[in-house]
């Protein structure tokens, strides 16, 4: 059975930061691209960052670039998602998803497997 399993969100006040994490189990980790979705309220969830099995390749939604760190280390089955500078638009329901067809995508419905999120509010 594949489970990933975020953590790491909460509340902050802008400016501050977080440290996601999206443990992977029931997976050959290493034979998935890893991303980071988002959700606000009364929004479509959107694309947020993506990384390659390797961690080569890396790509970040331009509204974060500079911001947040796309990360992983496969001999934990993990993959990070470091927040800087968070603003109140960073508020979200915040869901990682794995994808073993594509090098890397930015596409949803390219992600086989999903997590149950992890809430992150950023107050002003």
């Known amino acids: 059975q594949v489970r990933l399993v975020e953590s790491g969100g909460g509340s902050v006040q802008a400016g501050g930061s977080l440290r996601l994490s999206c443990a992977a189990s029931?997976?050959?980790?290493?034979?998935?691209?890893m991303g980071w979705f988002r959700q606000a309220p009364g929004e479509e969830r959107e694309f947020v960052a993506v990384?390659?099995?390797?961690?080569?390749?890396?790509h970040h939604v331009d509204s974060v670039q500079g911001r947040f760190t796309i990360s992983r280390d496969n001999s934990k089955n993990t993959v990070y998602l470091q927040m800087n500078s968070l603003k109140p638009e960073d508020t979200a329901v915040y869901y990682c998803a794995a994808d073993a067809t594509f090098l890397i995508s930015t596409t949803q419905s390219d992600y086989e497997y999903w997590g149950q999120g992890t809430q992150v509010t950023v107050s002003a």
């Open positions: 990384i390659s099995r390797s961690g080569k390749l890396i």
């Open positions: 029931g997976l050959s980790f290493s034979s998935y691209a």
